[in-house]
């Protein structure tokens, strides 16, 4: 709780700099760069079901909605914010899909082609908060490509971090998950999330040589509006943030984490 706190406070001291800097920028009559939040999620029990449309309620009320693939997508007069979960859990067709389909919002899930049907194998501990959770079916995959507003995208085939593995194991990964994707759904796969977050230079590489469009990371950073940008960082959120917490992960002022990120992966 003191961890969450202390984030919380520094998320307002950064929301309140960039209140300011926003003022500054009118009162000069400059126009604010355009940008945007790529959130993500993992599931979506049923009693957090209310909490999750109230989320989405409030991103429509002070953001505008894009497609995570797609950030040239995003609009220069608001807030952008796109909507991706990780591990394409049941819950999460069943409790947050519908929500969004009744909202308009597009969504993107990203899904370990070697994993459907199952319980998560790359949880460990009992009591982790996803460990009764599992994985869509091949029909329930199937059935999630055909609803509105939903891109599926490839979270390798195992849930393996590719950063531990040599590169003949990450290129499978990175290969066969989309292979099995679109044999199942019938659709391209050109969107990829790294399981846990792990990536390099290398990985990168590997993932443009598989073919995937766009990459994502869970480095909390701003995205822009550069139809180039190949890697893109995400937000963690929860259906379970505090009302404060989601307003400000949706304007951007937990990107300071990023920096914590960065100094993890130097150690």
Not at 8 to 16: E, K
Not at 86 to 107: M, Q, T
Not at 211 to 239: C, H, Q, W
Request: aromatic letters at 8%; glycine letters at 6%; hydrophobic letters at 40%.
């Amino acid at each position: 709780m003191a961890k969450r706190l202390i984030a919380l406070a520094i998320s307002l001291a950064v929301g309140a700099w960039d209140c300011t800097k926003s003022r500054l920028r009118r009162f000069a009559d400059r126009p604010a760069p355009i940008s945007g939040v790529v959130l993500y999620y993992h599931a979506v029990k049923p009693h957090q079901r209310r909490r999750f449309a109230r989320q989405m309620d409030e991103l429509l009320k002070r953001a505008c909605a894009f497609p995570a693939g797609s950030p040239e997508a995003m609009t220069e007069d608001r807030r952008n914010v796109a909507v991706t979960f990780d591990d394409g859990f049941e819950s999460v067709v069943e409790n947050a899909v519908p929500e969004l389909v009744k909202r308009r919002i597009p969504f993107t899930v990203f899904v370990p082609s070697g994993c459907l049907g199952q319980r998560p194998p790359w949880v460990r501990r009992g009591r982790h908060a996803v460990c009764e959770e599992r994985v869509l079916s091949a029909s329930g995959l199937r059935t999630l490509a055909n609803v509105p507003f939903a891109t599926i995208g490839s979270h390798s085939v195992n849930h393996r971090n590719l950063a531990k593995v040599d590169s003949t194991s990450a290129e499978h990964e990175l290969v066969g998950s989309r292979a099995d994707l679109e044999t199942a759904v019938g659709t391209r796969i050109d969107l990829f999330a790294f399981p846990h977050g792990a990536h390099n230079a290398a990985l990168l590489d590997q993932a443009r040589q598989a073919g995937y469009r766009r990459v994502f990371t869970v480095e909390p950073t701003m995205i822009n509006s550069k139809a180039d940008e190949f890697a893109l960082g995400r937000v963690a959120a929860d259906p379970d943030d505090w009302p404060i917490e989601f307003r400000l992960k949706i304007a951007g002022a937990y990107r300071w984490r990023h920096y914590l990120h960065r100094s993890r992966q130097a150690v």
